[in-house]
């Protein structure tokens, strides 16, 4: 039989005692051992790990996997934060991002970022990605692509 519990305080520890009752009387009191109230749910596991899509000097793009286990419950947004190099993580979002991927505004020209992603459920945010590589926030260069195959206006012997 399962009675559900009202008012329960989080992180609070209570003992409940149980007695039986018949026509014949009430019995002694069966005590359980002390547990600590919270939520039956957990944050999600950390997502997978960032990868920079695209930058510029003053944004970058980043894309993630969802994380592996949600906690119980569905995960509802994720947390992006930023850092440059040495400094402190910083929210990069005002509220968390139903989309596994997003644009990071406000770069300063030059600096070095690395970028983390944290799930969030009912039972609040889960642990940080790991972080991208870094980058710096400039123009972003890439090698060409492959020229197109030669062809041949004459052909000369």
Avoid at 121 to 136: L, V
Wanted: aromatic share 8%; proline share 13%; with cysteine.
């Amino acid at each position: 039989m399962c009675i559900p519990v009202k008012g329960l305080t989080e992180g609070k520890k209570y003992v409940f005692r149980i007695r039986a009752e018949n026509i014949y009387g009430v019995s002694d009191a069966l005590e359980g051992k002390p547990v600590t109230a919270k939520s039956p749910f957990d944050p999600p596991d950390a997502p997978g790990t960032p990868e920079v899509k695209a930058y510029s000097p003053n944004s970058c793009t980043i894309e993630w996997r969802p994380p592996e286990h949600c906690g119980g419950k569905p995960v509802t947004g994720y947390i992006v934060e930023k850092r440059e190099r040495g400094g402190e993580w910083v929210k990069a979002n005002n509220y968390p991002t139903p989309n596994l991927s997003y644009t990071i505004q406000d770069l300063r020209e030059g600096g070095k970022y690395e970028f983390r992603v944290a799930a969030v459920n009912e039972a609040g945010p889960g642990k940080p990605s790991k972080p991208t590589e870094p980058i710096t926030a400039q123009v972003q260069r890439s090698k060409p692509d492959a020229p197109d195959a030669p062809h041949p206006d004459r052909y000369k012997r």
